[in-house]
């Protein structure tokens, strides 16, 4: 398996302008999870799904942002419009239910600089 | 809070040495697991602990749980240049076992 797809892995864009993320699970995984990193804050998680479903979003900064997930395979989180401090590098994990093993598989994260 | 609370929040040491680092919590948990993280990459899962496990080993490293005190520990054996990074601690809450809350990590230096 190729592992949690993220595109793209850079982004760069001006304030205001919408900015969508990425996001392949790994196949058969039924958990989605959406984070963001910065120095400032740490790890954040953002939002999880659980077969497609959000299940928690109360990590959402804003309405600015929103995510979906319109099957098992895809997700993306927008941000809409977005502003210099939402640079930010933002990471997808995915996990499966196994028992009580809940182990996520990071994606290599793409890196959003907002001018 | 779910969020674990490592310490310390920086180590520096020698290459061949031991690196230990602690991971404190609040709330009851299915188990404990940790990450690490390379410099501008995603985390890498490295270990997991069960909450009926007190010990256990993979390779150099070695975790331990004590669920009376809701701490955790992981020592690194004879540490490597590539062991570089920062390690992290996500309890896995029994209320939300599939959420993961990060602390902001131990950043680990092994000097060549």
């Known amino acids: 398996d190729a592992g949690v797809i993220q595109s793209p892995r850079h982004e760069v864009t001006e304030m205001g302008q919408e900015v969508t993320l990425r996001c392949k699970p790994i196949?058969?995984?039924?958990?989605l999870f959406w984070y963001r990193q910065t120095m400032m804050r740490g790890l954040e998680l953002l939002i999880y799904?659980?077969?497609?479903?959000?299940?928690?979003d109360s990590g959402m900064p804003e309405d600015r942002f929103s995510a979906k997930m319109p099957n098992a395979s895809f997700s993306t989180l927008k941000i809409q419009p977005s502003e210099p401090r939402d640079s930010a590098v933002y990471f997808c994990?995915?996990?499966?239910?196994?028992?009580?093993?809940?182990?996520?598989?990071f994606g290599p994260g793409t890196r959003l600089t907002v001018l | 809070s779910q969020q674990g609370e490592e310490d310390p929040q920086a180590l520096s040491i020698q290459e061949g040495e031991n690196a230990t680092m602690n991971c404190s919590y609040k709330?009851?948990?299915?188990?404990l697991q940790w990450y690490r993280q390379n410099s501008g990459r995603g985390l890498v899962h490295l270990i997991l602990?069960?909450?009926?496990?007190r010990e256990k080993h993979s390779g150099r490293l070695r975790v331990t749980l004590d669920t009376s005190k809701k701490s955790s520990s992981l020592l690194i054996t004879a540490s490597r240049a590539a062991d570089t990074a920062s390690y992290f601690c996500?309890?896995?809450?029994?209320?939300?076992?599939?959420?993961?809350?990060f602390g902001s990590g131990t950043r680990l230096l092994v000097r060549p």
């Open positions: 994990a995915s996990s499966l239910t196994s028992g009580s093993s809940n182990e996520q598989f």
């Open positions: 196949s058969g995984h039924d958990y």
């Open positions: 799904f659980n077969n497609n479903v959000p299940i928690d």
């Open positions: 709330t009851s948990i299915n188990n």
């Open positions: 602990i069960r909450s009926n496990e």
């Open positions: 996500a309890p896995a809450a029994v209320d939300s076992s599939y959420k993961l809350i």
